[in-house]
């Protein structure tokens, strides 16, 4: 059974931090994405890693980084957070070529003050 | 442009009332299409998809390429059934990539 974990359920962090938010997945997936969640929105793409150290830009890049330096390890970063980031964050994973079905972790509900 | 139309933000039935939840898109290529569903406190998981053909937890959906729709059918509705309801399509470009749509709101009343 794939296990995607995200570090935090909930944060709450203030305008200008550095905010860091961890995935990691065991099924040794080559694929992995961070989507944000907004009502009325949907998921959107905002970066996406197709191997280790291997990363794409997604629709709404600006403002976030992005880290994979372990296949199992996907880090999104907010440089400077701001309050318009206030959202939900789903980490997914995917196996590889051919293999479309997402695997999505239980989200990280982040609030910016 | 490859785009995702899900028109309703909330569908409201009652137990054992049909339910369609519409999904359109947006693509020049062949589409994959999804569904994925999430239930309350529950992380988003992969429902069906048009390839297989399947019918799951009662629930089926027919690709309509004239139309251009992918829309969710259950024919009798139940209170287990309330979640929200994405359609997603696979992107072109590789990598697995999915374009969602704004969801659905399904609320099943008893």
């Known amino acids: 059974d794939v296990k995607v974990t995200q570090s935090s359920r909930y944060l709450v962090k203030r305008t200008g931090e550095k905010v860091f938010l961890e995935c990691v997945q065991d099924m040794d997936h080559e694929n992995m994405f961070w989507y944000r969640q907004d009502p009325g929105l949907g998921l959107r793409l905002i970066y996406f890693s197709y191997d280790v150290k291997m990363k794409e830009k997604g629709d709404i890049p600006e403002g976030y980084s992005v880290s994979r330096e372990k296949k199992e390890r996907f880090s999104l970063i907010l440089e400077s957070a701001s309050t318009n980031q206030t959202s939900m964050y789903l980490c997914?994973?995917?196996?590889?070529?051919?293999?479309?079905?997402?695997?999505f972790g239980p989200g990280t509900r982040l609030t910016v003050t | 442009a490859q785009r995702v139309t899900q028109p309703e933000k909330l569908l409201s039935v009652f137990k054992g009332a049909p339910v369609e939840l519409k999904c359109n898109y947006s693509y020049s290529g062949s589409p994959e299409l999804f569904w994925y569903v999430q239930y309350s406190r529950q992380r988003l998981q992969l429902l069906l998809r048009?390839?297989s053909r399947e019918s799951i937890k009662g629930f089926t959906a027919d690709l309509n390429k004239g139309e251009t729709s992918f829309h969710l059918k259950k024919p009798f509705a139940q209170e287990e059934d309330s979640a929200m309801y994405y359609c997603?399509?696979?992107?072109?470009?590789?990598?697995?990539?999915?374009?969602f749509g704004a969801g659905t709101r399904l609320a099943v009343h008893p």
């Open positions: 997603a399509l696979r992107r072109g470009g590789g990598y697995n990539k999915l374009i």
């Open positions: 048009h390839i």
């Open positions: 997914a994973s995917t196996l590889g070529v051919g293999i479309v079905e997402q695997y």
